[in-house]
């Protein structure tokens, strides 16, 4: 997100939380993604005033909403804008979330007014802002498969799957932790990170040397997302025995 980009988007939220502050009133976002819900929570951590909440209409969601109230207001489940859309189509039929995400926006709803994409075999569920469910639900045909709509959810989907595996790396910095998620050498890797399409804890960050601790999630643009779990050993040459979790 760049500079300016992000400067109006606090600015929004403080707005919110202006409005919120001493009344009671409920406000919220559209969907914002782990970067933007990262900026809003260090930011409303300072605040002293009001409460608020992120909820993406499952917990773990990746594209959460954020729900700000006045003192004393709770915010439940059902204070969020979120419908979960449930499609179902033929398992032969192997949809991709890139496949739902190009339908739904080619009927003109926006990227903020779509949650997470939760694709399984022969069904899939969409979170998706009340302003967007009639036209998620009137869809038909995602790409050229034909789909059935119905508002609903499926505990399933909402599982995140990771699988682990281990890499040797010389050092706990975000270059050399990098080359072992990604097979890539340190070298490499360097102008992704110079250029801004590797994010630490859904901030971006520039440096290759910056240091990643046991937890910390990396997320690289269109190559996934990986938590380093940290050192588990060493080999005989001194290198680190490195585990991760990839998300899949």
């Known amino acids: 997100m760049a500079q300016d980009s992000q400067q109006l988007f606090l600015r929004s939220v ?3 939380l202006r409005l919120c502050t001493g009344r009671s009133a409920l406000k919220t976002t559209q969907f914002l993604d782990e970067h933007q819900r990262a900026l809003a929570e260090e930011m409303l951590r300072a605040q002293k005033d009001g409460d608020y909440r992120f909820f993406g209409g499952y917990s773990g969601a990746v594209r959460t909403v954020l729900c700000i109230s006045g003192t004393g207001v709770p915010i439940d489940d059902g204070d969020f804008p979120i419908v979960p859309v449930l499609y179902t ?5 192997a949809l991709t979330h890139r496949d739902f995400l190009g339908s739904l926006m080619a009927q003109q709803i926006a990227r903020s007014l779509v949650g997470d994409i939760c694709v399984g075999a022969g069904k899939t569920c969409v979170l998706v802002h009340q ?3 009639q036209i998620a639900l009137s869809l038909q045909k995602v790409g050229r498969v034909g789909v059935r709509a119905q508002q609903g959810s499926d505990p399933d989907l909402f599982t995140q799957k990771t699988e682990t595996f281990t890499a040797v790396i010389t050092a706990p910095r975000l270059d050399c ?3 072992g998620a990604l097979g890539g050498s340190r070298s490499g890797l360097k102008p992704i990170i110079l ?3 590797v994010a630490l804890n859904h901030r971006e960050v520039l440096s290759p040397s910056a240091q990643v601790a046991p937890g910390d999630v990396l997320s690289v643009r269109h190559r ?12 005989k040459k001194g290198r680190l025995l490195a585990v991760y979790k990839r998300y899949i």
Do not use: H, P, W
Not at 89 to 93: I, L
Not at 224 to 231: A, L, N
């Open 131 to 133: 302003n967007a469910a």
């Open 177 to 179: 932790v990098l080359a």
């Open 195 to 197: 250029s801004g399409q």
């Open 224 to 235: 996934g997302k990986y938590i380093f779990c940290g050192v588990e050993g060493s080999t």
């Open 14 to 16: 403080q707005d919110m």
């Open 89 to 93: 189509y033929r398992e032969k039929d």
